[in-house]
């Protein structure tokens, strides 16, 4: 019998974590990557003597990345975890106070899109030699609680380390979350700052090189059964495809069963690209932001197939989009809260597992030719709404939103990735984007983050270095979070960034017309006379702010323009911005479902009592299934 090893190496907590970070792997299928592949930080006297000083002192094991904002450092290794499939993710380290609070945002977007990043923030001293810190908060009752603890109900994992042998249970458990499938997010491991100082004796097996194995469970055999009969009793089966499906690399097991068995494909903002835009299955988005066809087919569904979905009210209509009175769920999901929504039955297991065991149980069976043929035709009704919404009949005309988004489909290649978060593109892509191959369309939409773009492309372009990477970034959303600009022309990142200036918030503007609202603070202009914020647009220069911190800009005052301006960028070495200003009236197609936005229920103005009216004709459609 072997004896365990008493080897030890003297680190401090802090290089002992940078080590252990560095000797993390996953495996999925056979392949393996390295699990952090990167430190971001900005630092402070929260972690610069202890983190910062691991991070020199180990620079051949841990790259680092420099950052100009935390919550940015966040979004930039979420973008890069989402473009690695969940397999990476990048560590970011941070002083206490602003610098930990501002983490909050990016942890709460990475636990709700169940993507990994691993949080490294400074805290107060664990042996209270000084209190209050510099930057500390001062609880009178309770001495344990820092600003950290506001990073708790947005992390999936949460630990303070405040004894340096408490950090191998905590690390390891922090892996072990990072890599499950079924419970990833945002971890925290917050380090007091004298305790990253302090040295201690650790075992050698802590740094041995470890491969966390991330698990495909396959279908429970009952469960499986019960599915495909259910599929097999279907007259009109609808296929919703979620994020669940790019994260377990389950397209190829998504267009086999929809192929052998004919069943339509719809998807939701996470899921769009689970097919190509051009199979003859794919209905393209399904919800509020829906396509026509997506919406009319799921009205009428008999059977809806949940692949990996946590269905959202965007993606239910607030609970209104699936109106058939007999209507029942399949959910095939890896977490069994989502797998349970709707009061579906259950498949709890790996997406691409479940759906290549579907494919089999179902073995010669298919739908009828007549819906076949009636959501095909629905696809080439759709089609065409996409291609008058692309189309600019003057080149030399201010170019549309839809425009923009036509000339870039003309200029993206089947490789590109396309970012966005926030504001009115959102929709316009859920419903008009091509979507030419699994990892193309990337669209935050579970915490639709405004600020999300810029750092996200950074973080998507360091996983994919030979890959065109574009956020496309409105007004509003350019002005919360522009400053990882820098960071981009210091890595020598060449992300192409469309800018589209409309003057305002465009997507909430409309949102608050529609409430009764009156688009009341939405749009940037100087306050007029009566108080109201109705005056000139203001006298700002996008472009130039983005060429004031190192990108080159290119400016396009028409759609001719606009494309030869997005070919230039594409071929770009360096970051580029393309600057564009668009007619500001919206011209996507109109919403096909509802969304719930509650109306003030007493109101003396006009546009809110009608928009009242209108609410109160909507809000009865919603069911409860059950």
């Known amino acids: 019998m072997t004896e365990p090893s008493t080897a030890t190496i003297r680190l401090t907590v802090a290089q002992a974590l940078v080590r252990f970070l560095a000797a993390q792997h996953t495996e999925r299928d056979g392949a393996r990557q390295r699990l952090i592949t990167g430190t971001w930080g900005i630092f402070g006297h929260g972690n610069v003597a202890g983190i910062g000083q691991a991070l020199v002192e180990h620079a051949d094991v841990m790259p680092y990345h420099q950052g100009r904002n935390e919550q940015a450092m966040v979004h930039a290794a979420v973008g890069h975890a989402r473009q690695r499939g969940r397999l990476s993710t990048q560590a970011v380290t941070t002083s206490i106070g602003p610098g930990a609070t501002n983490l909050v945002t990016g942890a709460a977007l990475a636990t709700i899109n169940r993507l990994p990043v691993l949080l490294l923030p400074g805290d ?26 506001t990073l708790r109900p947005v992390s999936r994992y949460f630990d303070r380390i405040t004894r340096p042998e408490a950090l191998v249970p905590s690390a390891l458990n922090a892996m072990r979350v990072l890599t499950d499938p079924a419970d990833t997010g945002a971890v925290t491991l917050a380090l007091p700052q004298d305790v990253q100082a302090q040295g201690f004796d650790w075992p050698v097996e802590f740094f041995a090189e470890r491969v966390w194995r991330v698990r495909r469970p396959a279908p429970d055999p009952a469960e499986l059964a019960a599915a495909a009969a259910a599929i097999r009793s279907a007259a009109r089966p609808l296929i919703i495809a979620g994020g669940g499906v790019r994260h377990s690399a389950a397209q190829d097991a998504l267009r086999a069963l929809a192929e052998a068995t004919g069943i339509p494909v719809a998807s939701t903002q996470a899921g769009k690209g689970s ?85 089999q149980a179902l073995t010669g069976h298919r739908v009828s030719a007549a819906y076949e043929a009636e959501y095909r035709e629905g696809r080439e009704r759709w089609e065409r709404v996409v291609e ?15 425009q923009v988004l036509g000339a870039l489909d003309t200029v993206v290649g089947d490789a590109d990735v396309v970012i966005n978060a ?16 699994p990892r193309q369309y990337h669209v935050e939409y579970g915490y639709s983050c405004m600020g999300y773009e810029i750092p996200a492309a950074i973080g998507v372009q360091q996983a994919a270095p030979d890959t065109p990477v574009w956020a496309l970034v409105g007004d509003g959303t350019y002005l919360m979070m522009p400053t990882e600009i820098v960071t981009a022309v210091q890595e020598g990142l060449p992300v192409k960034l469309l800018l589209v200036q409309n003057h305002g918030y465009a997507s909430i503007g409309g949102l608050s017309e529609s409430v009764g609202a009156e688009r009341f603070g939405t749009a940037y202009r100087h306050r007029a006379a009566d108080g109201t914020f109705s005056g000139a647009p203001l006298p700002v220069d996008l472009a130039a702010n983005a060429a004031s911190l190192g990108m080159d800009v290119l400016r396009a005052g028409s759609v001719a323009e606009l494309r030869a301006a997005l ?11 393309v600057y564009v200003e668009t007619v500001p009236s919206p011209t996507a197609p109109g919403a096909e479902a509802w969304w719930d936005v509650p109306v003030a229920e007493v109101a003396a103005r006009g546009p809110a009592v009608r928009a009242r009216e209108r609410y109160e004709r909507e809000v009865v459609k919603r069911r409860r299934h059950l």
């Open 567 to 577: 070919r230039t960028a594409r071929a770009a070495d360096r970051p580029t911005c």
């Open 422 to 437: 926030a504001g009115s593109l959102p929709g316009d892509l859920h419903k008009l984007w091509r979507t030419r191959s």
């Open 388 to 402: 008058a919404a692309y189309r600019a009949d003057d080149d030399s005309a201010v170019p549309t939103q839809t």
């Open 275 to 359: 097919l190509r835009y051009d199979h003859p299955a794919d209905l393209g988005g399904v919800g509020h932001t829906g396509t026509a066809v997506a919406d009319a087919v799921a009205r009428t569904a008999d059977l809806v197939i949940g692949v990996g979905t946590r269905y959202t009210d965007f993606t239910t209509a607030s609970g209104t989009l699936f109106q058939n009175p007999d209507v029942r769920f399949v959910n095939v999901n890896i977490t069994a809260s989502d797998a349970h929504k709707l009061a579906a039955a259950t498949v709890v297991c790996d997406a691409r597992a479940g759906l290549a065991a579907l494919a």
């Open 124 to 149: 107060y001293f664990a042996g209270h030699a000084a209190d209050p810190l510099l930057q500390q908060l001062e609880h009178p009752a309770e001495a344990d609680v820092s600003v950290n603890d």
